[in-house]
């Protein structure tokens, strides 16, 4: 039960200082992910409230929403290449794979991307 999502919209929106319309647009236009709903009515998790709050942020320092969707996918993808890069082995950035090498262009969506390494070795191949 400790799992089941608890926050109405109503609290949500009085939590993030939020109105609840703004919710209810940010799910429609696939900012916010669409809540569970129990009886039809809309359930959220509490970390809601931090994705609000980066909206908020985001919409304060300039960016419209359809950036803020770009922003929210790439913090997405950079916190999947952290995960990867706290297992790496390898002694410096120079050996891994996960990092662009010197002779390479830095593309900053191909260098948020996971990189998949064969038997858990993020070490670079070849020369």
């Known amino acids: 039960m400790d799992d089941w999502p ?18 209810r647009y940010y799910e429609s236009i696939g900012v916010l ?4 709903r129990l ?4 359930r959220y998790r509490s970390d809601v409230l931090g994705k609000l709050g ?17 922003l929210l996918e790439r913090t997405k993808a950079m916190k999947g290449w952290l995960e990867v890069a706290k ?8 050996e891994c794979a ?4 010197g002779a390479e262009s830095v ?19 070849g020369g």
């Open 6 to 23: 608890e926050l109405t919209i109503g609290e949500v929106a009085r939590r993030a200082g939020v109105a609840t319309s703004s919710i």
């Open 33 to 36: 992910p669409e809540p569970d």
């Open 39 to 42: 009886h039809g009515q809309r």
């Open 54 to 70: 980066f909206i908020g942020d985001a919409q304060s320092a300039g960016f419209k929403l359809d950036e803020v969707e770009a």
């Open 87 to 94: 297992e790496c082995g390898c002694a410096t950035p120079e």
């Open 98 to 101: 996960l990092f662009p090498d």
């Open 107 to 125: 593309d900053v969506d191909a260098a948020l991307r996971l990189v998949h390494v064969s038997g858990g070795d993020c070490r670079r191949t």
